[in-house]
Nanobody
């Protein structure tokens, strides 16, 4: 069984920083793309950033220049460094990963979510 466990959320003032972590565990053969999504109250879940297994990254326009995604393949962990946070960044942040449990079998897994609240 595969699990994604997030950590690092919390309450921060506008302009502050937080670092989110998400560790994958279980019967993992390899991990392809890992990413972060967020869901604010009353809004749809949206992509924040994702990173390939070789480090290629993609960011939503609203976080470019402020957030940085990275991963440690040896630890099956993805990170999201969030700087210059704004109140509109307030949301539940979800980790997401495309995980192979064998050479041919893969599916998308989600973490349980971690709350990020930015006060003005």
């Amino acid at each position: 069984q595969v699990q994604l466990v997030e950590s690092g959320g919390g309450l921060v003032q506008a302009g502050g920083s937080l670092r989110l972590s998400c560790a994958a565990s279980g019967s993992i053969f390899r991990i392809a793309i890992m990413g972060w999504y967020r869901e604010a109250p009353g809004k749809q879940r949206e992509l924040v950033a994702h990173i390939s297994n070789v480090g290629n990254t993609n960011y939503a326009d609203f976080v470019k220049g402020r957030f940085t995604i990275s991963r440690d393949n040896a630890k099956n962990t993805v990170y999201l460094q969030m700087n210059s946070l704004k109140p509109e960044d307030t949301a539940v942040y979800y980790c997401n990963a495309d995980i192979y449990t064998s050479r041919w079998n893969s599916r998308t897994y989600w973490g349980q979510g971690t709350q990020v609240t930015v006060s003005s």
